[in-house]
């Protein structure tokens, strides 16, 4: 039983962690199937190149030498490629746990001055702490 209580402390909102942990799960996963098909379309290419002769009798070392920096431009720009990707997901992601935070926040300040006027708390669609501002709201109308 011990094991449910210390899981109980890491797992606060189980929604928000649960797509935290799967976005970064996936992004990880995205860039490192992203590389390793970019990577094997480069070398599929330069492999037909070879085997037609083009580059002569070129030894190993040197075939390796003279592509090398043109196979790690070609990583990059697919590292370069999903970190814009990651980071416009990251930023659509924590707008959805942040705004509504920050919603929350505004409206029980104004709550709080003894000349407010009635205050609801409404989140987008899509946002998260839904049941939050839902509980906010009874306790907030139940103030008057």
């Known amino acids: 039983m011990s094991i449910f209580k210390h899981r109980r402390k890491l797992i606060v909102n189980r929604e928000v962690q649960y797509d935290a942990l799967m976005f970064v799960g996936l992004f990880v996963t995205g860039i490192f199937i ?30 390796i030498n003279h592509h090398k920096v043109m196979f790690l431009v070609n990583e990059l720009l697919v590292v370069i490629a999903c970190l814009v990707a990651g980071f416009y997901l990251t930023n ?4 959805k746990i942040v705004g509504p935070l ?8 104004r709550a709080a001055k003894p000349e407010a006027e009635p205050v609801e708390i409404k989140l987008r669609e ?12 009874v306790a907030l109308q139940k103030r008057k």
């Open 34 to 63: 992203a590389q390793v098909i970019a990577g094997w379309v480069l070398i599929s290419k330069l492999e037909s190149k070879a085997l037609s002769g083009e580059y002569g009798s070129m030894t190993i070392a040197e075939f």
């Open 92 to 95: 659509k992601l924590t707008s």
């Open 102 to 109: 920050f919603n929350i926040r505004r409206i029980i300040n």
């Open 126 to 137: 899509g946002d998260y702490f839904q049941d939050l501002a839902k509980d906010l709201n």
